[in-house]
């Protein structure tokens, strides 16, 4: 991936966006909305908020009204895009904990859902993996920023280790049984 310094990026006349600019919902172009509800609720734990019939649903965490949409508008029986075309590259999910995100971990392994990679970024870890559709996913969590790697200029000197996944499962908290 191609990164630019913060310095070269072009500026807007009118200035940087408002810092308590949020990302609020993505929604998604599925090709089985029950696949795709199976995989966002029955192995990540969303909860279903409201549902359009058999085209849309849409999912949150903590009873907001969606953090996910997902839809078969334009996609029902649709394939994943090919490799080397533009979309999505993947959405990021932030979990508050380093506990909650091992939860994520131990959901995923239950559910067998493959891993595509796993990594220490320095400021956060992640876990990556793809949707029934193909859509890119990742399950985060981010470290306080005071822990987060500077550089002698103070600039964060973000990295890509292996994350221990062992040592993350570890930190799952017991879920009771169903």
Known sequence: MRQQSAAAAPASARGPIAPGVRIGHVHLKVADLER???????????????????????????????HI??????????????????????????????????????????AGVRLEGASDHGVSEALYLRDPDGNGVELYWDRPEAEWPRGPDGEIAMVTRRLDLDGLIAEAPERAAA
């Open 36 to 66: 795709a509800l199976g995989f966002y609720c029955g192995v990540l734990g969303f909860e279903l908020t409201q549902r359009y019939g058999s085209q849309a649903a849409f999912v949150s965490a903590g009873g907001y009204h969606h």
């Open 69 to 110: 949409g997902l839809n078969t508008w334009e996609s029902l029986g649709g394939k994943p895009p090919a490799p080397g075309t533009t979309g999505l590259y993947h959405l990021a999910i932030l979990y508050p904990t380093r506990a909650c995100l091992a939860d994520a971990l131990v959901r995923l392994a239950e």
